[in-house]
């Protein structure tokens, strides 16, 4: 399980990030589509890190919403 941050962007595309994997950033024309890439993005990452004998980062963020 991994947290995953999605916004809008300027141009209507929704963007994708993982904070505790940085490289995980993408983005898609709607939510679904997005979540598919983000998905995708981080499935591909971990394989990358496990066959290079890397360590895989904990998802160890927080979120927490401010009144402003």
Same mark, same amino acid.
């Given at each position: 399980?991994?947290?995953?941050?999605? *916004? #809008?962007? =300027?141009?209507? *595309?929704?963007?994708?990030?993982? #904070?505790?994997? #940085? #490289?995980?950033?993408?983005?898609?024309?709607?939510? $679904?589509? &997005?979540?598919?890439?983000?998905? =995708?993005?981080? &499935?591909? *990452?971990?394989?990358?890190?496990? $066959? =290079?004998?890397?360590?895989?980062? =904990?998802?160890?963020?927080?979120?927490?919403?401010?009144?402003?």
């Amino acid at each position: 399980m991994r947290q995953v941050i999605i *916004y #809008p962007d =300027e141009d209507g *595309y929704w963007v994708a990030q993982c #904070p505790s994997l #940085p #490289p995980c950033i993408s983005q898609g024309e709607t939510k $679904e589509v &997005e979540i598919a890439n983000i998905q =995708e993005a981080i &499935e591909l *990452y971990i394989k990358v890190l496990k $066959e =290079e004998g890397r360590i895989i980062p =904990e998802d160890r963020v927080e979120t927490v919403m401010l009144a402003v």
